[in-house]
């Protein structure tokens, strides 16, 4: 019996559960070591994050995924136990403001199984610290993410020094994505966000994303920054290409993030085209 994702939803609120085994995508989660230090648990299904319902660890209170909030409650400290369980903790219980939990001592609540159930949609909350098989979970790498989140500029192999760009600078919504000379400012600035079963959100420095016009189907629809609304739009697989560049392939429409007419002038647009193999569609993660 393993944790995981009801149904394997995207949603958020979708409930963490135990259901036996079947090496789905519901049962993967991506461990992400956060700046300070903490965890941070992705379900590999959504991309969103593991945490405590309503932000305050309690006895009883439920655990599920919800929208990425950077907030205690969606941050975890690791116990190593003496048998080679481990124990999750919520950055949020009051006691646990510490990396350094060695006993349950140090801490009020953890992740249960309820009533140490044993039967499939068992749910997975918070509750007293007792040190019971209920709280004691092995973790079983089954894989690992090839393009780890976090910030990177994106070079263009349309010409030497060349970045994806959000024009202008903007926070609006639709401003447009191009290509310019690196100039080391905020705008060309990206932050990779884990998104559904593998794929990935590319973040402007105001947190919207880059997103496909209105998920149009077309050869040649404009890539613009949108507010985040975890939409197909915003998805986009990662293909390493054998010369250490990558491509990005949309989601909604299975083209390829394109520099228009493959042409190294400041300011050239984004859009989006067919697989083709060419320069223009080829970037580097910097």
Not at 269 to 281: D, E, H, M, T
Request: aromatic share 10%; glycine share 10%.
């Amino acid at each position: 019996m393993v944790m995981d994702i009801s149904n394997a939803a995207i949603n958020a609120g979708a409930n963490l559960q135990i259901y036996e085994s079947n090496k789905s995508n519901a049962q993967k989660f991506i461990a992400k070591k956060t700046a300070d230090g903490y965890w941070e648990l992705v379900p590999y299904c959504s991309g969103k994050m593991l945490e405590v319902v309503g932000g305050t660890p309690s006895k009883w209170v439920n655990a599920a995924q919800n929208v990425e909030t950077d907030s205690d409650a969606q941050k975890w400290t690791v116990r190593t136990n003496g048998d080679g369980t481990i124990t999750f903790i919520s950055k949020a219980d009051s006691i646990t403001a510490v990396l350094n939990v060695t006993s349950k001592a140090d801490t009020q609540y953890v992740l249960d199984v309820a009533n140490a159930g044993t039967a499939n949609y068992t749910n997975v909350q918070c509750y007293n610290d007792n040190g019971t098989a209920a709280q004691k979970f092995r973790a079983e790498k089954v894989g690992t993410v090839p393009y780890l989140a976090g910030q990177y500029s994106i070079k263009s192999s349309v010409g030497t020094d060349m970045y994806l760009n959000v024009e202008g600078g903007s926070a609006d919504n639709f401003t447009n994505i191009d290509i310019r000379t690196k100039d080391g400012s905020a705008s060309q600035s990206f932050r990779l966000a884990y998104a559904p079963n593998g794929m990935y959100r590319i973040l402007t420095f105001c947190g919207s994303a880059v997103d496909v016009y209105n998920a149009n189907k077309a050869r040649g629809t404009n890539v613009n920054q949108y507010g985040m609304n975890y939409s197909a739009a915003q998805n986009w697989y990662i293909e390493g290409n054998t010369d250490g560049t990558v491509s990005f392939k949309s989601e909604c429409n299975g083209l390829y993030m394109d520099v228009k007419g493959g042409q190294a002038d400041e300011g050239n647009n984004v859009q989006v085209w067919g697989g083709n193999g060419s320069a223009a569609q080829k970037w580097t993660l910097m």
